[in-house]
C-alpha cells in the first residue's frame, strides 16, 4: 500500500524555523527522560500533572 | 484530570483498534511536556466503531465545548457520521481521529507505530518521525516549540 499524502508531502529535513528553536530545547530534560521505560515517562508526566491539578484546586481566596 | 489509564483500559477491553498520537505519545516518546488529554487515531471499520461506541458508553462521552443538553448520543451511528471528535467524558478529554491530519488514517499510521506496554496494556504509538511528521503537517506555531522538542529526541536516540 502506498504511504498517504503525509509521508509523500511532509518532509523531515531540517527547518530553519525548527532548528532555531532547538537551541532552547533542555536536553538535560530530554536525556534524563531517555533513560527511563516509556511508562515511566507517561508515569513521571501524570505525576507532574496531578501535582499541577493539586496546586490549582488548594488555592486560598485571599482576604 | 484526564484519567490515561482508565480511557486506555476501556478502548483495550473492548478490543478497539487505536494509535495514540498527540502529546501523550510524545511523552512515551521522551518529551518532558505534559499533556492534558489523549489523542487517538481509530480505525474506521464497521466492527471496530462498533466496538469504539460500547468501549466509550460507559464514559459518557460528551462533545467538549458544546453546550449542555444538546441531543447528542455518541453511538456507532454518530461515529459512522462524522469522522474526528473532540470529547470529554467521566475519565477526562479524549480526542479520536478517523483521519489525522496528512490523511493520517489508522491504515496509514499502522505501519508507522510500534506497540509498547504500558499500564499492563498493549498500546500502540506512532513512531517518533511519524509524530513529528504529523506535528509538522498540522503547522500550528503552538507546535514549534514541541516538534524542536521531538527532533532533539530524535538526535539523542541516535546510537
Known sequence: ?63 | MTDFQRLLAALCAAGVEFIVIGGFAATAHGSAHVTVDLDVVYRRTADNIRRLADALSPLQPYLRGAPPGLPFAFDAETIRSGLNFTLMTVAGDLDLFGEAVGEGTYEALLRHSDERLVFGLVIRFVDLDTLIRLKRAAGRPKDLERIAELEAIRDESKP
Not at chain 1, 499524502?5 to 532547538?22: M, R
Open chain 1, 1 to 63: 500500500m502506498a504511504d498517504s499524502k503525509l509521508f509523500e508531502t511532509v518532509s523531515l529535513d531540517p527547518a530553519p524555523v525548527i532548528e532555531a528553536y532547538k537551541k532552547d530545547v533542555d536536553l538535560t530534560l530530554v536525556r534524563e527522560n531517555l533513560k527511563l521505560t516509556p511508562e515511566q515517562r507517561l508515569l513521571k508526566m501524570i505525576s507532574a500533572l496531578r501535582f499541577a491539578e493539586e496546586v490549582r484546586s488548594s488555592r486560598i481566596a485571599s482576604k
